[in-house]
C-alpha cells in the first residue's frame, strides 16, 4: 500500500511563491518517478512536473522557468517550488506516483493564486 500525503498549500498573491510538499510511505520511493498534477474548477487535469529516480526532469510549458520540483530520498519527500505565480496557476495540486502496476494518488492540497 502507498501513501502520499500533500500539505503547502494556500492563498498566494500573484507573483508570489509557494513551496508544496508530498510526503510517501510504503513504496520504494528512491526508484520511483514522481509527478505533480494539477485541476482547476471546470478543467481536465493537467501534468505539472515529474521528477524520475535518477533526478530528470520534465515541466508543462505553462510552468517552465517558474515551478521547480525536487526530491529528497533520504525523507521520502517531493517538492514542488513555485514562483512568480500567476492567477491561472489556481488549483487544487496533487502528487502521485506508479507502484506495482497501480498508480495512488494524494487528497490534494488547495493553492489559490489572487490577482
Known amino acids: 500500500q502507498v501513501q502520499l500525503m500533500e500539505s503547502g498549500g494556500g492563498l498566494v498573491q500573484a507573483g508570489g511563491s509557494l513551496r508544496l510538499s508530498c510526503a510517501a510511505s510504503?513504496?520504494?520511493?528512491?526508484?520511483?518517478?514522481m509527478s505533480w498534477y494539477r485541476q482547476a474548477p471546470g478543467k481536465q487535469r493537467e501534468l505539472v512536473a515529474v521528477?524520475?529516480?535518477?533526478?530528470?526532469?520534465h515541466y508543462a510549458d505553462s510552468v517552465k522557468g517558474r515551478f521547480t520540483i525536487s526530491r529528497d530520498n533520504a525523507k521520502n519527500t517531493v517538492y514542488l517550488q513555485m514562483n512568480s505565480l500567476k492567477p491561472e496557476d489556481t488549483a487544487v495540486y496533487s502528487c502521485?506516483?506508479?507502484?506495482?502496476?497501480?498508480?495512488?494518488w494524494g487528497q490534494g492540497t488547495q493553492v489559490t493564486v489572487s490577482s
Open positions: 502521485s506516483t506508479v507502484a506495482n502496476f497501480n498508480q495512488y
Open positions: 521528477i524520475t529516480g535518477v533526478g530528470t526532469t
Open positions: 510504503g513504496t520504494i520511493f528512491s526508484m520511483n518517478a
